[in-house]
């Protein structure tokens, strides 16, 4: 994995992958509802579908996964167990947050450089 100075943010982020990553912050500040749009046992590649965004947006995403984790699968460390505590918290693990308001802050200041 890279570690923090490596991982700017140098791919250009859709504005469909911008939406989903504005959409999932908003859900899990509101609490990650269960009556969706996202789920909480699901990682960010799966929520993209759930929240009925493309599937180029998922496989935009597992890119740039692999891209700055070399880990599409499980970049964020999580334990998928059903009898771990991280089972149904995927909202809740603080990488996942720092990389979803990470590339929500590039996008932004990619959009505002262009201006």
Avoid at 17 to 29: A, P, Q, T, V
Wanted: with cysteine; proline share 4%.
């Amino acid at each position: 994995m890279k570690n923090e100075t490596q991982m700017q943010m140098t791919s250009q982020i859709s504005d469909e992958l911008y939406g989903f990553f504005m959409s999932w912050e908003e859900w899990r500040l509101n609490g990650a509802p269960n009556d969706g749009p996202y789920c909480r046992t699901l990682g960010l590649c799966d929520n993209v579908l759930e929240g009925g965004f493309s599937r180029e947006s998922k496989v935009e995403l597992g890119s740039i996964l692999i891209k700055e984790y070399e880990d599409h699968c499980e970049p964020f460390g999580d334990d998928w167990s059903v009898k771990s505590p991280d089972f149904g918290n995927c909202h809740l693990n603080p990488k996942r947050i720092a990389f979803v308001q990470r590339m929500i802050a590039a996008y932004e200041a990619q959009k505002e450089s262009s201006q």
